[in-house]
């Protein structure tokens, strides 16, 4: 059985607590697909892990709420706010099983593969070799979402995963799990192989 | 084609269909709340009938597939991950439940898809505009106009923007960004520059 931490209150700002869980339970998603796809224990991990940073934030979340209501017409549009909270809970949850799919080796099916062809954004493991392009660079400087529609969900290095990379410069041999068109795709994994010198 | 081939196609689909359909409801519904709209939020609520009817579709599917022994885990991974695409569809109606439920919603819900000084606009793509016929990634709207495309109406059908899309004339776009760029992209869908 996994240890449930207490959670204490700190006063946060509602707005950004939310905006972070939604950010959380979208990258979990993505990350979770991946894991699945990827068949990989150590992105289920991250997922997992994840997971505990969200039902934290959701108590936090609801202890500011609480105190935020003063009289009834605040208690009835809170309760809104939330449900909201409670929902992105819900999704990463969802993503949490699918990461339980991979952890209790409950088997990937070879369709799964096959459905990730087919939709509308795709998946992908690319690794940096010595002499691409995006050696040296960070995520952010890489501005991949604006020029190729690609968006790096995580960078491992060795054994370690950097989760939603932004300041993280990459380096050879890196691999990064990607998501966007196959089109998109397509390029990352040239410019990270060292076949184009150009992204676009 | 034999018939498992033809089984496992449908399955194939059917899961396709699942998880675009439970991203598209998430998008529907956060931008239901964004602007506290009542139409997007029962679009949502339809589209979960929808996903409901495919959901047990594919589940029937799956466990028609007479596979050998070693198979069954991997088809319960299939049926695991249709009952996860389908938790998500379920959450984004709730969202979208919690805009039917409210005469307002909290003005927090709105700050949090929208950062401050944001607008929300819907605009007709008229014929004469220069979008039509390009992708959104060759029509730059972001760069063009700061504006960012939520969605795209297309007839009785929403489209999911995706760098591909194809932007057609009589096109709906909801598209959310700073109040400067409106008149921008008030331009650029009228043809009117």
Redesign the interface.
Known sequence: MSEVERVEYTPVS??ET??MM?DIS?LM?DL?YSA?LFNNRGLAEEVIELERRMDALVYVLNMNLMLAARDKEDA???A??A??GS??N??S???A??A??VLN????????R??FQ????HLARVSISENSILAGKTVEDMDLA?EI?VDIIAVRRGRHWMINPEKEIVMPEDVLVARG?A??IDKLGRAARGESKDLV | MSEDNQL?EK??ND??EL??TS?LM?DLA?SA?LLNSRQLAEEVLELEDWMDMLHTEFEILVLSAKDGTQ?V??????I??G??ME??A??AA??AE?VL??G???P??T??IQGAEETVERLVVSESSSLVGKTL?EAKI??ETGMWVLVVRRGDRWV?P???TVIQAGDIIVASGYVEGEEDLKKLTSGKE
Do not use: Q, W
């Open positions: 509602v707005r939310l905006i939604k979208e998603i979770a699945a009835e549009s809170l809104g706010v449900k909201v929902l992105t819900n999704i949850d969802a993503a099983d699918i339980g799919i080796n409950i088997g990937i099916h070879p369709i799964v096959e459905v087919r939709t509308e954004e604006a529609g068109t089109e998109g | 496992f399955i194939c899961l396709v998880k675009d991203e998430m956060y709340l198979e885990k991997g088809l319960l991974g299939l695991r991950m009952v996860v938790r998500i379920d959450a709730e969202i919690v439920r409210s307002e919603p909290h927090v819900l700050m949090v990634r972001p760069d999911r995706r760098p591909y």
